[in-house]
């Protein structure tokens, strides 16, 4: 389900060290409760997942299969966002699937990369 037009526009997310650390561990946060839906039942219905984006007081949801969340969640740096919710800043976005987003921790994948201009 679309949800354009709940989007306000992007907060000013700074590169320190502490707002990364807020963003997170409010994506964590999420994640964790997802994760209690994920294993919530058997039914392939679709239920319904948060944005794991890490924005702090958004709620956004999004309806997903368990089969389309699976996929989302097959590695720990994979966060599920709703369409524009990525942190230009922090994300990269891999996945585009019209309802939902699939983003990266930028620089997740090479920790060693550390003080890229
Ligand atoms: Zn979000």
């Known amino acids: 389900m679309a949800q354009e037009d709940q989007i306000p526009p992007e907060p000013p997310f700074g590169r320190s060290r502490a707002s990364e650390r807020r963003v997170a561990g409010a994506e964590v ?9 994920d294993r919530g039942g058997r039914s392939d219905a679709p239920r319904v997942f948060m944005c794991e984006c890490g924005r702090v007081g958004w709620n956004t949801t999004l309806t997903l ?13 994979r ?13 990269d976005v891999l996945e585009r ?21």
């Open 29 to 37: 946060s999420r994640r964790r409760v997802n994760e209690a839906i």
């Open 97 to 117: 699937h019209g309802s939902h987003d699939v983003v990266a921790r930028r620089g997740a994948e090479r920790p060693e990369a550390d003080g890229v201009a």
């Open 79 to 91: 966060f599920l966002v709703a369409p524009g919710h990525d942190v230009h800043l922090i994300h």
């Open 65 to 77: 299969g368990l089969g389309e969340y699976d996929n989302v969640r097959t590695s720990f740096e």
